[in-house]
């Protein structure tokens, strides 16, 4: 009776392993490898999936998601000698599980070391400079060569970006004085552009203030000229409109001989011929008023007959 029991605990206990590897249950993006009897027979996908109990064998669970692999910094030597620490980061995506099953025994070890050889010999063509300023040439560099060799292992690269490129600290310095001296150099020329454009606005402001100014004293000087012009044109006219005799010019021009010397930088000042004309003619006047019955022997002579004295020769007149 122990006996019978304990054979049939040990087939419950056979049917429920059974059981267990019979019914294979793969999560969503991913892949199960089956071998029978040490050879590949199938590729399980997600869901609820049946094997052979103690023949089949789930050898192994490849995740089909886009995978994120970072690797260490490398160093790298530029084609001017110069050693660079390079780091890098892969983003792959297993395509088909069988190939990066059997086709490589680690694909992301050799995922690695394909991106390191690579990428030495893309920046072993390249200076520093070059380097520094081509990242998406070395990306897409990169990219191409390991999705060409990754494609047989089940693999596709989607990118590969280089996250830091690291110079020589001494290289750093010099790059860094390098940068400051541009800095101060385009500050500089900033700076004198900015006092030439200022001189050439003020040059130009001075410029238009003076021909402005000049302008101003035309148009001041030709309104005077024209305000002169006119008050001489009314004079005129209204000497003429009076009918003005010879006395009342004598009298004006006797009047504007004070006006004339005035000033005490007037040490030489010349007379007009017509004031001779009308001094003579306010003296022949005065002798007529003073004198009685007009004085003299005649109107021309003015009394010099009477006098017993030459007459006096007239002047010519200058009109």
């Known amino acids: 009776m122990d006996a019978i029991i304990i054979v049939l605990v040990i087939l419950v206990v056979l049917v429920v392993i059974a059981l267990v590897q019979t019914i294979q249950v793969i999560q969503q993006a991913s892949a199960a490898i089956v071998e029978r009897f040490g050879r590949y027979t199938r590729t399980l996908n997600a869901g609820l999936n049946i094997v052979v109990p103690f023949i089949d064998r789930i050898r192994n669970r490849i995740d089909l998601r886009e995978q994120v692999v970072p690797f260490p910094p490398q160093p790298v030597i530029t084609q ?3 050693v660079v620490n390079i780091d890098t980061v892969i983003y792959y995506q297993v395509t088909d599980a069988r190939a990066a099953t059997y086709e490589v025994s680690n694909y992301i070890q ?7 050889t690579t990428l030495r010999n893309i920046i072993g063509g390249m200076d520093l400079e070059r380097t520094l300023t081509s990242r998406e040439e070395i990306n897409a560099a990169l990219r191409g060569v390991l999705d060409e060799a990754t ?8 990118r590969v970006e280089l996250k830091a490129i690291e110079p020589p600290t001494s290289i750093q310095d010099s790059m860094e004085k390098q940068m400051r001296a541009d800095r101060d150099k385009r500050a500089a020329i900033l700076q004198a552009e900015g006092v030439r454009q200022s001189e050439i606005l003020q040059a130009e402001g001075a410029k238009q203030s003076e021909i402005l100014r000049a302008e101003g004293d ?8 024209e305000g002169e012009a006119q008050a001489i044109r009314t004079v005129f006219e209204a000497i003429h409109a009076g ?14 001989l004070p ?3 005035e000033g005490d930088s007037n040490k030489l000042w010349i007379v007009p011929s017509e004031i001779g004309e009308a001094l003579k003619g306010l003296g022949g006047n005065l002798s007529r008023i003073t004198t009685p019955n007009g004085g003299g022997s ?3 002579d003015g009394g010099a007959s009477a006098l017993g004295k030459p007459p006096r020769r007239e002047q010519p007149r200058i009109e």
Do not use: C, F, H
């Open 80 to 82: 001017d000698n110069l």
């Open 110 to 116: 050799a995922i690695e070391q394909l991106t390191v």
């Open 151 to 158: 494609g047989k292992w089940g693999i596709r690269v989607n």
């Open 218 to 225: 035309a148009k001041a000087a030709a309104l005077r000229a």
């Open 243 to 256: 009918d003005a005799d010879q006395k009342l010019l004598s009298y004006q021009y006797v009047q504007m």
């Open 259 to 261: 006006k004339i010397a």
């Open 298 to 300: 005649g109107p021309d």
